[in-house]
């Protein structure tokens, strides 16, 4: 579907690395790449969905993404939903049907986790909260959190977890990254803040100010502009140190990830 | 006028006749006519979907937040759900020699993602439905945004439930990956969603559903790659017929009709009819190729003449319930 790709291949201009976390992953705990492609573009097929219903008329409302007009800008609500939808679907089938070399057992494994970071429990439970607080005048810390663990980290998580169950990782080593991908999954969304305070729309690829002027709550109004700064730092920290305990040539590529989300400008 | 009769006495079967036109009769030889015809598919059902509403209810409970459990809840544990995508998937599992047990975690998701598209279909932007499953539709009760969500999370709560409540001593894990690929495929974009994008009410979606819930059952309870084949096409002859037949008791009796072109707006009732019969005879010929399973093919089989002639009261009368 036109639709689809329309979505998924525009240029990236605030993740660009995603498709890779389940890579290098899946290389870390003793895997190879071509074994943790399908799960990859499934994790990016998921983002592009959620992105895609989160920017219809009746929840954000947003008329740009990524640079371009929004996918229902460009091809209609009803066709927004259904390749939303068709996104899913294809994400799912992809990883049961394309993932190569690996025990089937760990493949549906890897399915739950995939289901957990994308519905109830996962995206939709970070994008319902987020519209109820919208709609509060005041939102604590600890529930800014919780929209941002299951609207952003989830995923990253889930990535990175399957990533690590396709690759063969034990237990304890899931965990690990597990653990790692929810301090970067939480630092993505404090720099989001940040950037969307001190950035212009042009910069970021979709628009900006939007946090500001809709009253929303995020890190910057919360705490502060540079406590919300010192605390992404404490989490690049705490990402970087779970990193510790794998092989230190295998693993450059995630300290390199965690360094990129704390540091870009995009 | 509905159909108003049950005509399960003979294999030769015909469509009853209608008080406002004239009947078409055309004798259809099903060489299945050694199939007992003792079998009360109403019992069968009726007592299946009080299991799968039971487990449905288990697999759904309501969490944090709770909104959006009770709209996940609302659309799938609607009284007037007929739930024949898990029914068959259940039988055509039985069929093989499979345990129930290893059929109703997918016969829930196969509700699951049913359920997900129909409340999607509902939408404003899409058919906007003001009711489904006689209950007003969901995005009237929840709200849009609501209802695009519990569509969005009942897709891959499908998923998992298949892998975590299947108990693997039943079926392989290949197998069971087989089986998402196969729902994910009928709901994705070669199936469900491109039928709702090209405007096909019927014959794209339901042949889809029906399709899909053969297979599952079929993959679950240890079909050969040709008995799956035959579960294919009887899958999709039997989806389409239900949904034909649902759009030519709507021309009958002339009540609102649905958006989207079906084969009876486009080529008339008489014509669908008789496609209706042809579709019927299809589908009970790909059952002739497992006569050796004998009773257990009784389901299955029955299921195809409920299709036309419905005459069991279980609900309301739609494929897509």
Redesign the interface.
């Known amino acids: 579907?036109n639709l689809?790709r329309y979505s998924l291949l525009v240029k990236r201009q605030t993740r660009p690395a995603d498709p890779l976390p389940p890579c290098r992953r899946r290389e870390l705990v003793g895997g190879n790449e071509a074994m943790a492609i399908p799960m990859a573009c499934a994790i990016e097929m998921i983002h592009t969905?959620?992105l895609i219903?989160d920017d219809?008329p009746?929840?954000d409302n947003d008329d740009l993404r990524r640079g371009k007009p929004t996918n229902h800008k460009a091809f209609?609500?009803?066709?927004a939903?259904?390749a939303?939808?068709?996104l899913?679907?294809?994400a799912?089938?992809h990883v049961?049907?394309k993932t190569r070399n690996v025990d089937?057992?760990r493949?549906?494994?890897a399915?739950?986790e995939?289901?957990?970071a994308?519905?109830?429990?996962g995206?939709?439970?970070g994008?319902?909260?987020r519209?109820?607080m919208q709609m509060r005048e005041k939102v604590s810390l600890e529930e800014l959190e919780y929209i941002h663990v299951h609207k952003t980290s989830k995923l990253l998580e889930a990535a990175v977890v399957c990533g690590a169950i396709i690759g063969g990782g034990d237990g304890i080593e899931v965990e690990r990254l597990r653990k790692f991908a929810r301090c970067i999954g939480l630092l993505f969304q404090v720099v989001d803040d940040i950037l969307d305070v001190t950035k212009s729309s042009e910069e970021l690829g979709k628009t900006a100010g939007k946090d500001l002027a809709s009253d929303k709550a995020t890190y910057p109004r919360l705490m502060g502009l540079e406590r919300a700064k010192e605390f992404a730092g404490e989490l690049a920290a705490k990402a970087v140190e779970e990193l510790r305990h794998f092989d230190a040539l295998r693993v450059v590529p995630l300290y390199h990830l965690a360094d990129y989300i704390a540091s870009r400008q995009n | 006028m509905a159909f108003s009769t049950v005509i399960m006495s003979s294999p030769h079967a015909y469509i009853p006749k209608t008080a406002s036109s004239p009947t078409i009769r055309r004798r259809v030889r099903c060489s299945s006519a050694s199939v007992s015809t003792q079998f009360d598919l109403r019992t069968y059902w009726t007592a299946l979907i009080k299991e799968i509403d039971q487990k449905l209810d288990d697999a759904v409970p309501v969490l944090y937040p709770q909104r959006i459990y009770e709209a996940m809840r609302y659309s799938l544990l609607a009284k007037g759900a007929k739930r024949a995508p898990p029914v068959m998937c259940v039988a055509a599992c039985e069929l093989f020699g499979g345990d129930r047990a290893a059929a109703f975690p997918t016969a829930c998701a196969l509700e699951m993602v049913h359920a997900a598209s129909l409340v999607h279909d509902d939408l404003p932007c899409m058919d906007d439905s003001q009711s489904r499953r006689g209950q007003p539709s969901n995005h009237t009760v929840f709200g849009v945004d609501m209802a695009i969500l519990a569509g969005d999370a009942l897709f891959p709560l499908g998923f998992r439930h298949i892998v975590t409540n299947t108990p693997t001593n039943l079926v392989p894990e290949s197998r069971l990956l087989r089986v998402i690929t196969e729902i994910a495929r009928a709901v994705g974009s070669t199936g469900m969603a491109a039928g709702q994008f090209l405007d096909l009410d019927d014959e794209k979606k339901f042949g889809e559903m029906g399709r899909c819930s053969a297979v599952c059952g079929g993959l679950l309870g240890g079909a050969s790659d040709d008995e799956i084949q035959r579960l294919r096409k009887y899958g999709q002859a039997v989806g389409i017929l239900y949904q034909m037949v649902d759009d030519i008791l709507e021309a009958k009796t002339e009540t609102d009709k649905k958006k989207g072109k079906s084969y009876v707006s486009v080529y008339g009732v008489e014509k669908a009819m008789e496609v209706a019969e042809d579709l019927r005879a299809q589908a009970k010929k790909e059952l002739d190729g497992l006569e050796k399973y004998g009773d257990k093919v009784l389901p299955l089989y029955h299921f195809v003449d409920y299709a036309v002639d419905r005459g069991l009261v279980l609900g309301s009368n739609s494929f897509d319930n």
Request: with cysteine.
């Open positions: 579907m689809n969905m959620s219903h219809l009746c929840m209609g609500e009803d066709t939903v259904l939303g939808d068709a899913i679907s294809l799912f089938e049961a049907a089937p057992h493949v549906l494994q399915i739950v995939l289901g957990l994308v519905g109830s429990e995206l939709v439970a994008q319902i909260n519209r109820l």
